[in-house]
T-cell receptor, first 114, second 112 residues
């Protein structure tokens, strides 16, 4: 039972345009969400997070939007750059403290076309 | 160098053999984790540890054993490797359970 779903295994975007990566979740107890980025042959690196008290969090070119009623979050990258080509994982947890575990999605491979 | 390191980076082993994957972190983070990454499954938590001598199961713990006698080390042992344990294994650490975690570079394990 996949509680965190990334329904697009891959996405190609022209350099300079906006990349939108989507993530849906089924567990209504999830309250804290993170995005990780992974290059080939490397470990994932943390990108950005959001808690349910917000509906948007921004860090430079990266913005995460949270729609709790739809159980949906998205990561926007503007403008997209070749170095953004990577696999992106979303992850969710019932809280950002305590011993609740993170649940990861299956990942979306983003390719930025020069 | 500060960071989290895994060894070996690549390992081929035979079915039934015992194999240990090593993980070492220099930040003195309380939490350490082992994940496996498989196509179609993303990252799945195998075991985690909240502190030295405190470990707990994750989503897919069967066939694995962990220990944490020192804060900085968190080895993962496959007691009798099976082909289904062929995967890429990532160790991670964090100061708080679900905040930003730092991942190692991964160990690609092939069981033949």
């Amino acid at each position: 039972d996949q509680q965190v779903k990334q329904n697009s295994p891959s996405l190609s975007v022209q350099e300079g345009r906006i990349s939108i990566l989507n993530c849906d979740y089924t567990n209504s107890m999830f309250d804290y969400f993170l995005w990780y980025k992974k290059y080939p042959a490397e470990g994932p690196t943390f990108l950005i997070s959001i808690s349910s008290i917000k509906d948007k969090n921004e860090d430079g070119r990266f913005t995460v939007f949270l729609n709790k009623s739809a159980k949906h979050l998205s990561l926007h990258i503007v403008p997209s750059q070749p170095g953004d080509s990577a696999v992106y994982f979303c992850a969710a947890s019932p809280t950002n403290f305590g011993n609740e575990k993170l649940t990861f999605g299956t990942g979306t491979r983003l390719t930025i076309i020069p | 160098d500060a960071g989290i390191t895994q060894s070996p980076r690549y390992k081929i082993t035979e079915t039934g053999r015992q194999v240990t994957l090593m993980c070492h972190q220099t930040w003195s983070h309380s939490y350490m984790f082992w994940y496996r990454q498989d196509l179609g499954h993303g990252l799945r938590l195998i075991y985690y540890s909240a502190a030295a001598d405190i470990t707990d199961k994750g989503e897919v713990p069967d066939g694995y054993v962990v220990s944490r006698s020192k804060t900085e080390n968190f080895p993962l042992t496959l007691e009798s490797a099976t082909r289904s344990q062929t995967s890429v294994y990532f160790c991670a650490s964090s100061e708080v359970m679900n905040t930003e975690a730092f991942f190692g570079q991964g160990t690609r394990l092939t069981v033949v």
